[in-house]
């Protein structure tokens, strides 16, 4: 305990900027970034360019490539979108009363919480959502041969060590992933048990174990390129 290690794959995961989620007091599906969203991504994009990295991913949807924009432009990459990063799938309300928006996921928060699975109605359950994110990480590492070892605890194979791979999604997506590499179980409430600020930096990085790898979580919504007044969520 108390020793350096070093990281054999290191994952960072970034949330996307403020997004514009109401226009005239009616929800917008896959919304652009709001005035300041686009602030926190150029801040956002300004820092992390600074760093190497393999690979930098993003999410297809609107609000996480505007985000991603400026970190491609700094680093001259070519955008490179991958759909597993895709947030879960809300229900089809764009153009109706923002308060329609507001009035279920109240419903969602006041069920008990085994029917918290089922998400919002219409929606892409939370249930299917969190497997589709579990397959999604663990085809995306075993493609850069990172695989899950058959054990019981959390424990990784790693087969080109130093990897340093970004990826540029949403809260959902990032907290799953997360606690899926983390090794713990699922829960319906993920958004909540990892609070991620808008632009935040997440780390994980894979440490040598007896047989293998674990993945430690480093650091949790790192929000330093933003100033005070700047940082939303």
Do not use: C
Not at 60 to 84: F, H, K, N, S
Not at 117 to 130: A, K, M, V
Request: proline share 6%; hydrophobic share 40%.
């Amino acid at each position: 305990m108390g020793q350096s290690t070093v990281a054999e794959v290191e994952i960072v995961l970034i949330r996307h900027g403020q997004p514009e989620w109401t226009r005239d007091g009616l929800n917008v599906v896959n919304p652009p970034l709001t005035e300041l969203g686009r602030r926190q991504a150029e801040a956002m994009g300004r820092k992390i360019a600074a760093e190497s990295f393999d690979e930098i991913l993003v999410s297809p949807l609107e609000r996480a490539r505007q985000t991603a924009a400026p970190l491609y432009a700094a680093t001259g990459r070519v955008e490179q979108i991958d759909p597993w990063l895709e947030e879960i799938r809300d229900p089809g309300w764009h153009g109706t009363p923002a308060e329609k928006a507001e009035q279920a996921y109240r419903e969602m928060r006041e069920r008990p919480v085994d029917e918290r699975w089922h998400g919002l109605e219409g929606g892409e359950s939370i249930r299917d959502f969190t497997r589709r994110i579990h397959e999604g990480a663990s085809a995306f590492l075993s493609a850069r041969g990172v695989e899950r070892v058959d054990h019981d605890l959390p424990m990784w194979s790693i087969v080109e060590p130093g990897r340093r791979i970004a990826l540029v999604a949403h809260a959902g997506t990032n907290s799953v992933t997360i606690a899926h590499l983390l090794g713990l179980a699922a829960t319906p409430w993920e958004w909540d048990r990892f609070v991620l600020g808008h632009t935040s930096v997440s780390r994980l990085e894979a440490i040598p174990v007896h047989g293998g790898f674990t993945f430690s979580l480093t650091s949790l919504s790192n929000l330093e390129h933003l100033p005070s007044d700047q940082r939303t969520r």
